[in-house]
């Protein structure tokens, strides 16, 4: 099960934040252990955790997000585009 760590910026840090349960649920349809970190620096780029156990129905999903996923990133102020790293 590869780790996986997902960048990207948002609107507004608190917004995002408040965002979690919703946002967790969403990633856990692909994985576990979804974790959120956000900037040392202050700055509006955050990143998600997760050991995911599809990476291609994960990518497939962020690639072409459904309607619920795209409602829930605008709720939540993400600002493409999404980087993806993976575990080696």
Same mark, same amino acid.
């Given at each position: ?7 990207? %910026?948002? +609107?507004?840090? +608190?917004?995002?934040?408040? %965002?979690?349960? +919703?946002? &967790? ?5 692909? %994985?576990?252990?979804? $974790? ?8 509006? $780029?955050?990143?998600? $955790? ?7 129905? !994960?990518?497939? &999903? !962020? ?13 939540? %102020? ?8 993976? +575990?080696?």
């Amino acid at each position: 099960m590869p780790h996986v760590v997902i960048n990207h %910026g948002v +609107e507004d840090v +608190e917004r995002w934040l408040k %965002g979690k349960a +919703e946002r &967790a649920a969403q990633i856990s349809k692909f %994985g576990s252990h979804v $974790t959120d970190h956000v900037a040392m620096d202050g700055s509006k $780029t955050v990143a998600v $955790t997760a050991d995911i156990d599809d990476l291609a129905a !994960l990518q497939a &999903a !962020l690639a072409s997000p459904p309607q619920d996923l795209q409602d829930a990133m605008q709720r939540h %102020g993400v600002i493409p585009p999404l980087t993806f790293h993976i +575990e080696k």
